[in-house]
Each structure stands twice: as C-alpha cells, then as structure tokens.
C-alpha cells in the first residue's frame, strides 16, 4: 500500500516571503499523480496543484510551484510572496493509476500553515 | 451553486443510533468517494464507487455502509453510531482521469 508523510506539522512564514512544505510518499507503481490541497478554516477542500509522475517538468500554478522528485519519492511545494489568504491546513496526496487501487487518494496528515503580517 | 454538496453540515447524535450522509453532485462524475478526516491522520478512505453498480471498501469501512442510488448520490450511512466515529466527513466526486472534487464536508459529533 502507499504511504505519504507530511514530516512538518506545522510551518510559520512572514507575508510575502517564501516557504516550502515538505512531502514524501512511497509505492512501488511508476505511474500516478500526486496533489497538494488546501483546507482554510471554512473546511473546504481546495485542490493547490498537481503533477504527474511521467512528467519531469515541475508543475506550477501562479505563486505556487513544486519540486518533484521521483528518484527520492519527493514532492514539496514552494508558495512564494506568502499572503494572508494563503494560512491553512495543506495536504499533500497521492493517487494510484494501477490495479486495484486505481483512482483512490492516499492522503498525508497535513501542514498548518501559518502567515504573519 | 456549488457543484458536490453534503447534507447535513453538521450534525450531532447518541451513540447507537443510525445516521445518514447525503452526498449530491452535479459534475456528471461517475466516481465518488467517501472520507473521514481526524485530526492528525490526514483524510482516509471510506468507501468509494466507480458507478452505480460499483462499491468498493476503503481502507476503514468498518461500522460504515453506502448507497449508490443514483450516478449524482452517494450516501454513508453509521448503522449504529459510535464516539471515536466523531469526525469531519468528506464526500469527492471524479472523472476517469480527473482531479477528485471534495463537497464542503459534514461534521459529526457522536455523543
């Protein structure tokens, strides 16, 4: 079964700087997509950015930007230029693209993070 | 309006007493899924359908049971309801190939 661990409970930035939340996961598949999600406190589930593990190219969605690293089973993401908006629960998940566990979400245990002003 | 709703949003009950989750969602997904997040354990699988004759267990499905009465609906049901099933419960819908779409969860509280 895969695993995926979120080794930071918790992270602080100051608004407008830049922090990386870490991310690792371990399978054994070669192919599968894999996701950060944000949980403000209004709960919703928000979907941040995903990549696809056949694609060395490091997704990138505005201010957010990953750094995936298949070899390492590595997959954190960078928010640059920190803002307000940007405080809550992140989750990094991972999704299986094989056998029977096609299509289901594996979920970390979550970063909150904090911005000061 | 918003595309996966749960009903209800909050909810509060005895032990031992039966409860419905309601998911609907107008995204023309075949996929749904069922979650339960806890604090420090991240969201973890309930059950999860791929169509309406498809129903497959998560990885905690005891306790639990759905209905799949519809392409658009997806219900969890607590057959006899339990303290440690206090939790924040997600309803996410997906196409084949798509990102899963999360509802605006239901929080439970078993007393």
């Known amino acids: 079964a895969q695993t995926v661990t979120q080794s930071q409970p918790e992270m602080s930035v100051q608004e407008a700087e830049t922090v990386t939340l870490s991310c690792t996961y371990d399978?054994?598949?070669?192919?599968?997509?894999l996701f950060w999600y944000k949980q403000p406190p209004s709960r919703q589930m928000i979907l941040v950015i995903r990549?696809?593990?056949?694609?060395?190219q490091n997704a990138t969605e505005n201010r957010f930007s990953v750094n995936f690293q298949k070899a390492a089973k590595s997959f954190s993401l960078k928010i640059s230029d920190s803002q307000l908006g940007d405080a809550a629960m992140y989750f990094c998940a991972y999704r299986s693209e094989g056998g029977t566990s096609y299509g289901k979400l594996t979920f970390g245990q979550g970063t909150i993070l904090t911005v000061h002003p | 309006d918003a595309d996966v709703t749960q009903t209800p949003r909050n909810r509060i009950t005895k032990t031992g007493k039966r409860i419905m989750l309601e998911c609907s969602q107008t995204k023309g997904h075949d996929r749904m899924y069922w979650y339960r997040q806890d604090p420090g354990l991240g969201l973890r699988l309930i059950y999860y359908?791929?169509?309406?004759?498809?129903?497959n267990k998560g990885e905690i499905s005891d306790g639990y049971s759905v209905s799949r009465q519809a392409q658009a609906k997806f219900s969890l049901s607590l057959e006899s309801a339990i303290p440690n099933q206090t939790a924040l419960y997600f309803c996410a819908t997906s196409g084949s190939v798509e990102t899963q779409y999360f509802g605006p969860g239901t929080r439970l509280l078993v007393l």
């Open positions: 399978t054994s598949e070669s192919d599968y997509y």
């Open positions: 359908s791929f169509d309406v004759k498809d129903i």
């Open positions: 990549q696809e593990a056949y694609k060395q």
